[in-house]
């Protein structure tokens, strides 16, 4: 009888705090969705950060910088620490923020016709058509102004602004980062 009692219980605690925990994943989904999300974006714009601050001359002699635009850049640094300089590419498309990356190949070295490898770097960016992803600065520190010379720029600022959904709290959450190109200098 005394067992019957005790596997009772046991079975009504367990069963209780099983609901409990259903109860807070239920009531805390977005929360946990949300802090997920962010924790990936920023992962991401520091991994971004880390790579331009690298940027150094391609493995074909290519100039550190190779496009800029408000919502992509193009550079060569060597993202994975493996000796071989590869091109990356961040870009945001579609409400997705990516890196690409390009192995060169042959000899001599060529990006040219390699595939690019992309990663999600995050998700539901949701940057306003006024607010760039990416802004580059001169030597002095000032902004440059569109079309931008890749040999004028010595840092960039990136920000992406991050919202799971729109329809609910909390609002857009903005992540940002700059970096100054450490192996491009001034003549």
Request: proline share 6%; net charge negative; aromatic share 10%.
């Amino acid at each position: 009888m005394e067992t019957l009692v005790v596997i009772a219980l046991t079975s009504v605690v367990g069963v209780g705090l099983l609901g409990m925990i259903a109860y807070f994943y239920r009531s805390n989904a977005y929360l946990l969705e949300a802090t997920s999300a962010v924790d990936s974006a920023s992962r991401g714009v520091r991994e971004s950060i880390r790579s331009l601050r690298e940027a150094t001359y391609a493995e074909d002699g290519s100039y550190p910088l190779a496009a800029v635009a408000t919502s992509s850049a193009t550079f060569y640094s060597d993202a994975d620490d493996d000796a071989p300089v590869e091109r990356i590419r961040l870009y945001l498309s579609d409400g997705v923020f990516y890196r690409g990356i390009t192995e060169a190949a042959g000899n001599p070295p060529s990006y040219a016709g390699q595939p690019e490898q992309a990663t999600v770097i995050a998700s539901w960016v949701k940057n306003p058509d006024t607010v760039p992803v990416f802004q580059y600065f001169d030597e002095e520190g000032y902004p440059l102004t569109y079309p931008v010379d890749v040999a004028e720029v010595r840092a960039v600022y990136v920000r992406l602004d991050v919202d799971l959904n729109p329809a609910r709290a909390p609002n857009i959450i903005t992540l940002e980062g700059n970096a100054t190109l450490r192996n491009v200098r001034s003549e």
